[in-house]
């Protein structure tokens, strides 16, 4: 069975930085994209960031690029999102997710999600 | 940034009913739209990807079109576990959502 289990998420201050990481299990991690997706509280969804299968290749929304690193280790079946100089709008349920295994289809398996609490 | 405009942003049926759900893509994106569900205080789920093929495992009843930019979810007969909220969201640069649309009873 796919398993996407985030790490606790937490309160943290405006300028702050924060390492987020999900663990996955099920199946073969290194054979995926994987992604960053967020949802402010009340709010839609929005995509935050995407990492090839290799970690060489990565995409950012334009709302985290410079502030935000999505990163790998395909050894510990581990996908990572370091966010710094995080602000009040950045507070959220960050979940990840797994791409689908035909480009561009979206994500297929989720995480339950961690919120992310950015104070001012 | 390609830009989704999806419409309503609720709306109100019964069971039984036909429910569309649109979305407008702000350029030509190759019918590269998926749709998902979202219940509250869950992750969500892919209901259809490429505009109209089917995720493994979703009920036939759902079913997505494409004319050039604009883009259709259709729930054929609304049963009572489809109440939730549904987003679009473009494929062809890397990922873009729509707003939502609730559909409620």
């Known amino acids: 069975e796919v398993q996407l289990v985030e790490s606790r998420g937490g309160l943290v201050q405006a300028g702050g930085s924060l390492r987020l990481s999900c663990s996955a299990s099920?199946?073969?991690?290194?054979?995926?994209?994987m992604s960053w997706v967020r949802q402010a509280p009340g709010k839609g969804l929005e995509w935050v960031a995407n990492?090839?299968?290799?970690?060489?290749?990565?995409n950012y929304a334009d709302s985290v690029k410079g502030r935000f690193t999505i990163s790998r280790d395909n050894a510990r079946d581990l996908l990572y999102l370091h966010m710094k100089s995080l602000r009040v709008g950045d507070t959220a349920v960050y979940y990840c997710?797994?791409?689908?295994?035909?480009?561009?289809?979206?994500?297929?398996?989720w995480g339950q999600g961690t919120l992310v609490t950015v104070s001012s | 940034e390609i830009r989704m405009t999806q419409f309503p942003s609720s709306l109100s049926a019964s069971v039984g009913d036909k429910v569309t759900v649109s979305c407008r893509s702000s350029?030509?994106?190759?019918?590269?739209v998926n749709w998902y569900q979202q219940k509250p205080g869950k992750p969500p789920t892919l209901l259809i990807y490429?505009?109209?093929t089917l995720e493994s495992g979703v009920p036939s009843r759902f079913s997505g079109n494409a004319s050039g930019t604009d883009f259709t979810l259709t729930i054929s007969c609304l049963k009572p576990e489809d109440f939730a909220t549904y987003f679009c969201?473009?494929?062809?640069?890397?990922?873009?959502f729509g707003q939502g649309t609730k559909v409620e009873l």
């Open positions: 997710a797994r791409d689908h295994i035909i480009a561009s289809a979206g994500s297929d398996r």
């Open positions: 099920g199946f073969y991690f290194g054979q995926y994209w």
């Open positions: 990492i090839g299968q290799d970690g060489d290749d990565k």
């Open positions: 350029q030509t994106i190759n019918n590269l």
């Open positions: 490429n505009s109209n």
């Open positions: 969201q473009q494929g062809y640069s890397t990922y873009t």
